[in-house]
């Protein structure tokens, strides 16, 4: 028998890819950017929101420890000293309530004044006490706190305005509180937050 050799042809070499094209690479760097930036931009609007909510909730107990002042006590503590108003809710009795040791002066605020006379108040102290020691602020160290705090920890303000407008003794101030927002700039109406929007 004639045997021929049996002649094998090597396989054919297939080129082996050993990595990734600097195409391939810039795509996947640029959807792996855009991803982050999403996800970055989505926690932001949440924590903005959430900032949002906390203060208004806190907007909210410091509108009920108003309200339950003014029931306990018939009075509005206004934003001024008494000194500095004319006519006042039942001057003398506000007086009289300023000079049983409440802060008082141009340079006292508002809300120091508000706290000073709501942590006198039993049922005005829980509801603010129950806001906790991140948000009620005591700066001047005297055990009575001045400030609270909003979510960016910024002081809210207190206000109330004697809004008469006759010579009368009759004075119906309308209290609130104002939260600057997250810009922390008054002036800027839109990101404000007011105790008066929870009605």
């Given at each position: 028998?004639?045997h021929q ?7 054919a070499?297939r ?11 810039l ?12 996800t970055?931009g ?8 959430a ?17 339950e002042?003014?029931v ?8 001024k ?12 009795t506000l007086r ?12 006292v ?8 006379f709501?942590?006198k ?30 979510a ?13 407008t006759?010579?009368s003794?009759v004075?119906?101030p ?5 939260s600057?927002?997250y ?17």
């Amino acid at each position: 028998m004639n045997h021929q050799p049996h002649t094998t042809r090597p396989p054919a070499r297939r080129h082996a890819r050993g990595g990734y094209t600097l195409i391939e690479i810039l795509v996947a760097v640029a959807i792996i950017t855009v991803l982050i930036g999403l996800t970055i931009g989505a926690y932001s609007g949440i924590r903005q929101s959430a900032a949002r909510s906390k203060t208004k909730a806190t907007l909210g107990v410091l509108k009920s420890a108003a309200d339950e002042l003014k029931v306990a006590t018939g009075v509005v503590i206004l934003h001024k000293d008494p000194g500095d108003i004319t006519p006042a809710v039942s001057l003398d009795t506000l007086r009289a309530m300023y000079a049983s040791g409440g802060p008082t002066g141009a340079s006292v605020s508002g809300m120091h004044r508000f706290l000073w006379f709501a942590m006198k108040n039993e049922t005005s102290k829980t509801m603010l006490q129950a806001l906790g020691d991140m948000a009620l602020r005591d700066t001047n160290s005297d055990g009575i706190p001045d400030q609270v705090l909003d979510a960016w920890d910024r002081p809210i303000e207190y206000f109330a305005y004697d809004d008469s407008t006759n010579d009368s003794n009759v004075v119906d101030p309308k209290p609130y509180f104002r939260s600057s927002g997250y810009s922390g700039n008054a002036a800027n109406e839109e990101d404000n937050l007011y105790s008066y929007d929870l009605e």
